[in-house]
């Protein structure tokens, strides 16, 4: 059954690759399935047969035959749960993978999104210089965190799984800030991530939508 | 096995059933496990034992024979998936319900923990005046977004699920804010939850520990 996704008809970081269907494209390049893509225009996502497939408005969905599902983590959990590649066999490890992704939306990035959300939704805000310090420290404060649990190993609890695939991702967000280069062991596991070829596969070719070429690799 | 979660030894909310610890509960409650309880002190959490089972320092965790879990979402998710009572068994539905899980934690719970941190950790700075409406704002539009979506359904998709758990769970976090009110088809989902037996258990053992009295149910 085809795999149908959405992304921006035109991302509002041009192709860095932070948009969500990144991690969604990175997910089932490394599982190995094939998708095609639905580019969705800012206006078209406000529109009732876009929040049909997705109450908030957002990017991306995933539909496979009568199958429509939206957020991101979710729809990484149904790919990593149906084909091999992103959660261990065994159990415990599998529920241990699982807890890394849940760590990663709601732990290390709500502070995350409020530093985006301070910086581009209130960068004009009298209040806003002052503020970004507090904001920071929020962020390091999880950074901290991660960084003592991760200590020198590659990926956050054995094998590469859709936990890290959802850490990388949420720490990429932040690589602007200059945050991440504070913390070398998460640097290194996020260029680790990056350096993934299913990765680069993903990366690619949301990049191609945002410049209109055809993806090189 | 026995299932051993955490939680505050006196939590921050006096009570209320806001800590993540009644989430769990709850879950636990649905799906009739009985479970125990260890207390940590706000001291214990920040040491090397806590830290091992949480690396943020936070509640709960879960721990079941050799498998120690933390992350709210995916303790709820791991219950769910191994007993009757919180998943549907149609996978389709399933994982509809599990996407309604991620967008509690990672998109209407984001706003909302902002809300909280501006009131109490920002609440006596010179900006948080001029800049709660602004947060607010944030809020309420989440909420228009899933009060659209809920309509006059007693439940997101179908029969109560994990997915309505967390989300009952996260809007209740925003009662004393007054904008849940704002809603009545939420106001009312929420009530909804917190009227299910399960809920009112998990409720009670939650306060009984911060009022140092036995459950009366």
New interface residues.
């Given amino acids: 059954m085809t795999i149908i996704i959405t992304a921006f008809e035109r991302s509002p970081d041009g192709g860095k690759g932070l948009a969500r269907d990144t991690r969604v494209r990175w997910a089932l390049e490394e599982v190995g399935q094939p998708y095609e893509v639905r580019l969705v225009s800012f206006r078209a996502m406000k529109e009732p047969a876009h929040?049909a497939l997705q109450?908030?408005?957002?990017i991306p969905t995933y539909e496979e035959g009568?199958?429509a599902?939206?957020?991101?983590?979710?729809?990484v959990?149904?790919i990593a749960e149906r084909h091999a590649g992103l959660l261990p066999v065994d159990a415990?490890a599998r529920?241990?993978a699982?807890?890394?992704?849940?760590?990663a939306?709601?732990?290390v990035?709500?502070p995350i999104?409020?530093l985006a959300?301070a910086r581009l939704?209130?960068g004009d805000?009298?209040?806003t210089k002052?503020?970004l310090p507090?904001v920071e420290e929020?962020v390091r404060n999880?950074l901290d965190?991660?960084s003592?649990?991760l200590g020198d190993a590659d990926w956050l609890d054995g094998a590469f799984s859709a936990g890290d695939l959802m850490m990388v991702s949420v720490l990429l967000r932040l690589r602007s800030s200059g945050i991440l280069d504070e913390y070398p062991n998460l640097a290194a596991y996020v260029a680790r991530g990056e350096s993934r070829p299913a990765y680069k596969r993903a990366f690619d070719a949301q990049l191609a939508v945002n410049t209109g070429k055809l993806p090189t690799g």
């Avoid at 109450?55 to 957002?58: E, K, L, S």
């Avoid at 939206?70 to 729809?75: C, L, M, R, S």
Wanted: proline share 4%.
């Fill in positions: 929040r109450p908030f408005g957002q009568d199958l599902l939206f957020e991101t983590g979710a729809i959990l149904h415990n529920a241990r699982i807890t890394w992704m849940f760590a939306v709601n732990t990035e709500p999104l409020e959300t939704l209130e805000k009298s209040w002052e503020r507090l929020r999880r965190q991660l003592t649990r």
